[in-house]
């Protein structure tokens, strides 16, 4: 008896404790509370991530020499960032960038010269140190004339240097000191000159910025934001809901999106640029090698309907192999109009009036299986069976690299010149399976000359001709069939304000800096 | 005593080996490639293949198996590919919850599920066994992600009275708790259905033998035929049914830690297995394998305090 007593003791002590810890302390700061996606960080080296849970914190950490305006991705946009000012000489080879005087470092690595802008272009450059190194292939010297003054040499003209140098992926300036001093812990320690500074990493949980006081535009109003990872969708938004986060990744669907916008606390943002999503067709196996048969798939998916059942706010029509808002798409392409009969009629042609079956590896992430087992439907009208094999995410990303699928349902956001998708996905140096590929999961080289002589290009106009005719050719040739663009959503509370309309963004999520705040 | 500890550990190595050698080759079986994790879909064929020989991915199966076993033995469970940080500290730090939740979810499921067997055994056939028996067939049934959000739903959204994601500072016991309760109610549920469902067996089992009948017809009160003379005896498979769903237990808690964003050994093993991080992945089960064997040891020397005869032995 005595010894139930004892138990019913603790079980009541152990219930007080607990009522206690429900009285949380009021804290003065003023602390963003972030649930994002994916289980953990991956790699929080600017230059070598292309993972969005960590583009998404990059541009809170770091500055470029230009910046995007904030909630823009428009090149016509760009401003000074840590370069208060520039100029190029007439032929557009040598570019020369004014630093900002005083610009500190997080953690007390001193002050940003020309020296670290030099060191960050140079890492940016190399393939043992970045995943961003083609894109700097071009640049023949990067030196300093002075202590604040930064000149860039370019061997041939190439798209926009003004987007290589821009708060993206190498244009990230780091701190020579710390990647020289850190090392490999660099990745897990990052130093920029951004608003916030990184505190504190834990492993599958959760990144600690703090506020940079001394940040060049001003200090922040947000004191921290801790960022966490927070991989399911559902928990993601009951914590969101019970006011322990304010920002959250939110789900791209259209249900989810009205269904949050009922609730008069929260605000969602639609953020564009989006994510293209492309149905590559494999020419190089079996039917596939027909062009009336890639032909009969592209008039046989419906594009319409797949946006309806998508959704009008967070998916829009594709107008060609390139993302609209990119320098350079063109909308004056042949993008084939559903027609099933069309669609028949050339699989008949083609040698194929029973119809065909194709194997399609497909992730099991429902951004891609979903839109993929719509298209599924829509294609058996015309006689085109899918086999689907749902694979795990992982296993898609090699089982597609290794040729192992007819169709590749891909979808991505590249940096917004049309270069960039292009060569990734249509220059036959991408092609998979070759020691230089990327995703051209197509073996499209139709355009190979277009994509290359528009990149050294020096006339604008010229350029944006040499991009369209690529778009042009690799539509008529029928290497893919451009679906939709999925645009990313997230929800905050409704008294946290940006500073500035949230428009676009490259980074994946929303712009955090110094006009962010709490109303 | 000490020899036969040592016996049994000393039967956990070619389990051990076993358990290595199986993940060693699953994992590999099964597509993927750690350095597109690290780098993204943006990295070329050449920075891969680059990344792969610094991994140490490039160099034979049978090179990386023995390394890895040698290792292993060694005490060196390697680095985690993605965070480049020790496997053993990687385990270390989320141990802790997982213990919790653990016992936290043991002791629940005794506490409840042995008083509720003894209850549908005593009570056997009348309503009260049949509900019993209902919710407890209920909460074996009910997947564990499922009614982690009813609970959350419940107890955090409408009445605010515990977290959604349970992710406490571990030197604040106060929040150490608060954040355990719902995921060790979700845990402890099902470990409540075992025990009851068991409890009940093995209480029906004891109450028809004759000593029950004997004490009985003596005119021992009730309690303690039910306590002292029934139940005592009813332990042992109680005992092994608790030891086995331990390890059960560890499995489960993966979809609870993932609902509840809890870190621990289950989202641990999940995250490294997403994200083909081989190190991780066989550093945490030569973990999980051993837990289970020590659990199986401990189980088994339980016996001896629960019943002298074993003890004897």
Redesign the interface.
């Given at each position: 008896m005595r010894q139930r007593k004892g138990l019913f003791c603790i079980f009541l002590a152990?219930i007080v404790?607990?009522g206690?810890?429900?009285s949380s302390p009021v804290f003065a700061e003023s602390v963003l509370k972030i649930g994002t996606l994916s289980?953990?960080a991956?790699?929080l080296d600017p230059h070598?991530?292309?993972?969005s849970q960590d583009k998404i914190l990059f541009p809170w950490i770091f500055n470029g020499l230009v910046r995007f305006k904030p909630g823009t991705a428009d090149l016509k946009q760009i401003e000074g960032d840590l370069a208060k000012s520039w100029e190029s000489s007439k032929d557009g080879l040598t570019w020369t960038f004014k630093l900002r005087k005083g610009v500190q470092f997080h953690g007390g690595y001193g002050e940003c010269t020309a020296e670290d802008v030099i060191f960050s272009l140079n890492r940016a450059s190399n393939?043992?140190t970045s995943?961003a190194?083609?894109g700097y292939g071009d640049f023949a010297s990067v030196t300093a004339p002075d202590k604040y003054t930064v000149k860039i040499v370019l061997a041939k003209p190439i798209p926009s240097l003004l987007g290589m140098v821009t708060n993206y992926h190498g244009g990230y300036i780091v701190s020579k000191k710390a990647v020289e001093k850190l090392g490999?812990?660099f990745?897990?320690n990052p130093i920029g000159t951004g608003p916030f500074a990184f505190s504190e990493y834990q492993?599958?949980?959760q990144v600690t910025l703090v506020a940079n006081k001394d940040y060049f535009r001003g200090a922040p109003k947000i004191d921290k934001i801790i960022y966490?990872y927070?991989?399911?969708e559902?928990?993601r938004e009951?914590?969101f809901?019970?006011g322990?986060?304010d920002l959250i990744y939110g789900t791209r669907e259209q249900r989810w999106v009205e269904r949050m916008r009922k609730d008069k606390g929260t605000k969602v943002d639609i953020i564009g640029l989006g994510e293209l999503r492309t149905l590559h067709m494999n020419a190089s196996r079996g039917p596939l090698k027909d062009i009336r048969v890639r032909r009969a798939i592209a008039y046989a998916v419906n594009r319409d309907e797949m946006v309806a059942f998508v959704g009008q706010d967070v998916a829009q029509r594709s107008v060609s192999v390139v993302p609209r808002g990119y320098l350079g798409y063109s909308s004056d392409v042949p993008l084939y109009k559903h027609d099933v009969a069309k669609a028949k009629a050339l699989l008949k042609e083609a040698g194929y009036p029973k119809g065909i079956t194709l194997k399609v590896i497909i992730t099991k992430v429902a951004s891609l299986r979903v839109p993929m087992e719509v298209l599924q439907a829509q294609l058996r009208k015309a006689g085109i069976n899918l086999d689907l094999e749902v694979?795990?995410?992982?296993?898609f990303?090699?089982?597609i690299?290794q040729d192992a699928s007819d169709l590749v349902l891909y979808g991505?956001a590249?940096f917004p010149v049309a270069d960039s998708y292009l060569t990734?996905f249509y220059l036959s140096d991408?092609i998979v399976g070759?020691?230089?590929?990327?995703?051209n999961f197509s073996h499209c080289d139709v355009a190979d000359n277009e994509i290359n002589t528009a990149r050294s290009e020096a006339d604008p106009a010229k350029q944006l001709a040499l991009w369209k005719i690529a778009q042009q050719k690799i539509l008529k040739q029928s290497c893919t069939v451009p679906i939709f663009e999925q645009l990313i959503v997230w929800a905050r509370k409704a008294n946290l304000d940006y500073g500035f309309k949230m428009e676009n963004s490259l980074s994946n999520g929303p712009i955090i800096n110094e006009m962010t705040s709490f109303k | 005593m000490l020899k036969y500890v040592l016996k049994r550990l000393g039967m956990a190595i070619p389990i051990l080996i076993a358990v290595l050698t199986l993940v060693f080759i699953i994992i590999r079986i099964v597509p993927g490639d750690p350095a597109m994790v690290v780098l993204g879909d943006q990295a070329s064929a050449e920075a891969l293949a680059a990344l792969r020989t610094k991994m140490g991915l490039d160099v034979s199966m049978l090179e990386q198996y023995f390394t890895f076993l040698f290792g292993t033995f060694r005490g060196d469970l390697g680095t985690s590919l993605l965070s480049g940080r020790p496997v053993l500290g990687e385990v270390m730090t989320v141990l802790p919850y997982t213990i919790d939740l653990t016992i936290a979810g043991v002791v629940i499921g005794i506490v409840f599920g042995v008083p509720l067997g003894v209850l549908t055994a005593v009570y056997r056939n009348s309503v009260t066994d049949y509900i019993i028996r209902v919710f407890s067939l209920f909460g074996l049934s009910f997947p564990a992600f499922y009614s982690a959000i009813l609970l959350i739903l419940i107890f955090s959204i409408q009445f605010s009275w515990f977290p959604v994601i349970s992710d406490p500072d571990l030197s604040n016991y106060g929040q150490r708790l608060r954040h355990l309760v719902l995921p060790a109610v979700n845990l402890g549920l099902i470990m409540v259905a075992y025990i009851t469902r068991s409890t009940r067996s093995s209480m029906l089992e004891v109450l028809r033998e004759d000593y029950v009948r004997t004490a009985k017809a003596k005119g021992v009160p009730r309690l303690v035929v039910i306590t002292r003379h029934a139940l005592k005896n009813a332990l042992i498979p109680i005992v092994t049914v608790i030891g086995l769903y331990l390890g059960v237990l560890i499995g489960n808690s993966v979809l609870t830690e993932i609902v509840f964003n809890r870190p621990g050994l289950g989202k641990l093993i999940l995250d490294a297995l997403s994200e083909r991080d081989y190190p991780l992945l066989q550093g945490v089960m030569v973990i999980y394998a051993f837990i289970i064997v020590v659990v199986n040891l401990i189980t088994d020397l339980t016996y001896g305090f629960v019943d002298p005869r074993v003890k004897n032995q």
């Open positions: 152990a404790v607990c206690l810890s429900f289980n953990d991956n790699q070598i991530s292309t993972k393939k043992e995943t190194y083609k490999d812990n990745k897990t492993s599958k949980r966490r927070l991989p399911d559902a928990s009951l914590a809901k019970n322990e986060l694979v795990e995410h992982s296993a990303h090699k089982l690299r991505a590249r990734q991408s070759t020691p230089t590929a990327i995703t | -």
